[in-house]
């Protein structure tokens, strides 16, 4: 499931788009729509100003209004010469000749239009994106909520962008148990968590999110096959809070000071 590295990784890759006029948008798969399409038949015509990201949501910055994309589950980009086929929900033909095919083989992500970023982050209770959210509003996010940090990570009207792999890189970094409560961490514990999620997210980006090339140090690479704890051997535990499955080392990871 692509979280914000993943998505992160697409936005740069629909740059070359900046400029160009959109001609035509096709809609094969209407169950993606998250506006009526007559809404998003007013972006025909309209020029591509800027590709922006929050969180794992994308925009489309238009001479007017905005097109958004979610990927999903599975939601991928072709940007190309030709009209891709399979799966493809949306296509958008621009004055170059060049297609932006959305392909959604299982039908979780959502293409939509929008007035405006502001618009849109409003409707949808998004948070600030965690890679420019300020420590102090993170902090004292966690520190007035008696959910679990897991919980809270997650909760993408809190900070946006974080999904349950990088929550669980982020918690064993800062070496905190995921059903600690945000109101039992200390002010340094919060502001630590707050630092290894963008570290840990940075890390990912500049490997290009090749979990493979990421330190011996870190979780990503062991957690799928379960491994031995990259930090103390031991072995790696997993439970489930708000329906997904954390992966922690006990050892490591102190449930309370
Ligand atoms: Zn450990």
């Not at 909760?155 to 349950?164: F, L």
């Amino acid at each position: 499931v692509p979280e914000l590295p993943e998505v992160e990784l697409v936005r740069r890759s629909l740059l070359p788009i900046r400029g160009r006029r959109i001609e035509e948008v096709e809609v094969l798969l209407p169950s993606v729509l998250s506006s009526p399409f007559e809404d998003i038949k007013r972006a025909k015509g309209r020029k591509v100003k800027d590709i922006e990201r929050r969180g794992k949501q994308i925009f489309l910055i238009l001479e007017e209004g905005i097109l958004t994309l979610h990927l999903g589950m599975t939601g991928e980009t072709i940007l190309g010469e030709r009209a891709e086929v399979k799966h493809v929900a949306v296509r958008v033909r621009f004055d170059d000749g060049k297609y932006l095919n959305f392909i959604d083989q299982r039908r979780f992500g959502a293409f939509g239009y929008a007035d405006s970023v502001r618009g849109f982050v409003a409707t949808h209770h998004l948070g600030p994106d965690i890679l420019i959210m300020h420590k102090d509003d993170l902090v004292s996010h966690l520190r007035r909520s008696r959910r679990p940090v897991k919980s809270i990570l997650l909760d993408q009207s809190v900070t946006a962008g974080i999904g349950n792999l990088y929550a669980d890189e982020a918690l064993f970094q800062a070496r905190l148990h995921p059903l600690r409560t945000g109101a039992s961490l200390k002010e340094e514990e919060a502001a630590r968590l707050w630092r290894m999620a963008r570290k840990v997210i940075r890390r990912s980006l500049a490997d290009q999110t090749d979990f493979d090339l990421l330190p011996a140090s870190y979780l990503l690479p062991v957690r799928e096959g379960r491994g031995p704890c990259p930090r103390c051997h031991g072995e790696l535990q997993a439970l489930v809070v708000g329906g997904r499955t954390s992966v922690f080392c006990p050892n490591c990871q102190v449930a309370s000071e």
